[in-house]
Structures are given as C-alpha cells and as structure tokens.
Nanobody
Framework: VQLVESGGGSVPAGGPLTLSCATS????????IGWFRQSPGKEREGISV???????EYEDSVKCRFTISRDIAKMMMYRKMIGLKSADSDVYYC?????????????????????WGQGTQVTVSS
C-alpha cells in the first residue's frame, strides 16, 4: 500500500492550489481516503475525507474552499483549494482507512487511518 502526495509549494494568499495523492495497493471500494494537515508543534488535523462509497465530509474551516475528488481509474485523489490564507500553511497528508463508519465525521480522526503518505508542504504568502 502506498500513498504519495504532490502539488505542494508556495502560493499567494487567495490560492488556488491543487494537491494530488497517488495511491496503489488497494481499491477505492475498500478504503476511505482522508486529507490531514499539521503545523509544527500542533496535532494533525483532519480536514476532509471521501469514503469508499464516495461520501465526502469537510472540516468547518475548509468548507466551501476545499474540494476533494477521486479518479478511480487512475487511483488518484485530488484536493482543490481556493481562497487560501496564511493559516492554511501546513504539511498536508493523504491517508487511507480500512474502517467502515456509518457516521462520516468519524473519518476526520487520524487514529482511524492505517496508511499514510509522506506529506507535502504548502506555504501561503500574504
């Protein structure tokens, strides 16, 4: 199982920026893919997820600004970000969860994930 993020870098405030997550070793029908971010000295924060059946959930601070999608044929996940703020400067991770929850919000907890990418840095300049 492998997840590899890409697309990070420096971007001016206002965005946009699209991150990608290349996956292999599993099927999207079996795994939920979440996006997390982490600042130095802070806990990792779940910001969005797309479940194995395609349901999505977003953390409040990114709703209406971040959109996640997946290309099942290419085994790729994407997160498009607009309206970027300096507070969005973080290392962003994609992760895979084998859990099956009826409540999608449960997937925003990092302890529920089994596989992690290496992360990609996003820096938003004001």
């Amino acid at each position: 199982v492998q997840l590899v993020e890409s697309g990070g870098g420096s971007v001016p405030a206002g965005g946009p920026l699209t991150l990608s997550c290349a996956t292999s070793g599993f099927s999207f029908s079996d795994v939920a893919i979440g996006w997390f971010r982490q600042s130095p000295g802070k806990e990792r924060e779940g910001i969005s997820v797309i479940t194995s059946d395609g349901a999505t959930e977003y953390e409040d601070s990114v709703k209406c600004r971040f959109t996640i999608s997946r290309d099942i044929a290419k085994m790729m996940m994407y997160r498009k970000m607009i309206g970027l703020k300096s507070a969005d400067s973080d290392v962003y991770y994609c992760a895979g969860s084998l859990n099956k929850f009826d409540t999608v919000q449960y997937y925003l907890a990092d302890c529920e994930y089994d596989y992690w990418g290496q992360g990609t840095q996003v820096t938003v300049s004001s």
